[in-house]
């Protein structure tokens, strides 16, 4: 009994084996977690969070002395026109715009594929968020640069004196903008090489983040050049995380199967 026991599971594993033959099963993810890569990258982002902090807490507020000495014609010819921008319905208006960019990628679920890779997806979205987030912060209690409305005289004492003031640099709605708008399309594509959607997806998504970046330069917030290098570090950042996790190409399983060989193959890299 034992004996027929063995040979039946030995022909069904045989069976099994040789009906799974005739297909190739590759991972359907076209991104791949891995413990020291998203350590390497989750512990970078940690430490300039850190020094990030340190710097912004050092922050002073400008003097009244200080900002009524402030001349918008020490700026440089390219930023020196936001210096007579100011508008708080714009800074709101860019604040829900973010809002919506930052949950942007959430389109996914509507993709049972994509759906699958939730946490794949999640991990890589938030770390592309803390990398371009931190360093925005880090940049901006660095540079300590004084934001446009503070030279512009009609905006009240009031809302010039404060830590805040002196971040313009560099745009941090721009930068999150551009990370979730490039993280978006790139992902996109990634899961959908063929759609003929693709470029739909990346010129709205950048569109989208353009406008934010243009509200804040209209809104008396930042200087051009401020918007521009957040889009370029936001950009990095949301390319840069999905492409370290792209899965290499023969990574997988496969099984083989020949009249006289069965043949099981597993494959994968890091």
């Known amino acids: 009994m034992q004996l027929k026991t063995r040979t039946f599971s030995s022909a069904a594993i045989l069976t099994l084996l040789a009906l799974l033959s005739f297909f190739r099963i590759e991972a359907q993810s076209p991104y791949k977690l891995n413990w020291t890569k998203d350590g390497i990258i989750i512990g970078s ?15 002073k507020p400008l003097t009244p002395d200080e900002i009524n000495n402030l001349n ?7 930023d020196r026109f936001a210096a007579n921008n100011y508008s708080k319905d714009i800074i709101n208006i860019s604040n829900v715009a973010l809002g919506a ?15 699958k890779d939730w946490f794949t997806v999640g991990v890589m979205y938030g770390e592309s968020m803390m990398i371009s987030g931190f360093l925005t912060y ?33 745009s941090g709605h ?15 594509g990634d899961y959908f090489p063929d759609s003929k959607y693709t470029p739909y997806v990346w010129g709205t998504s950048l569109l ?4 934010i970046g243009v509200m804040r330069v209209a809104s008396g917030e930042h200087f051009p050049t401020d918007v521009i290098t957040g889009a370029l570090i936001g950009s990095a ?14 990574d997988g399983i496969s099984l083989n199967y020949g009249m006289n060989l069965i043949m099981f193959n597993y494959t994968y890299r890091f």
Request: net charge positive; aromatic share 12%; hydrophobic share 45%.
């Open 138 to 170: 880090l940049a901006k209690g660095t540079a300590k640069r004084i934001r446009p409305y503070v030279y512009n005289p009609s905006v009240q004492m009031s809302d010039k004196e404060s830590a805040d003031a002196r971040m313009s640099f560099f």
């Open 237 to 250: 950042s949301g390319y840069l995380i999905p492409y370290l996790h792209r899965a290499k190409k023969n």
């Open 101 to 115: 960019a930052i949950v942007s990628p959430a389109l996914f679920v509507f993709s049972e594929k994509m759906r």
């Open 45 to 59: 982002g940690i430490g300039i969070g850190v020094v990030s902090i340190i710097a912004d807490n050092r922050v």
């Open 208 to 211: 989208f983040a353009t406008g």
């Open 174 to 188: 721009t930068s999150a903008a551009f990370t979730s708008a490039v993280f978006l399309s790139t992902v996109y």
């Open 72 to 78: 918008k014609n020490d700026i440089n010819g390219f």
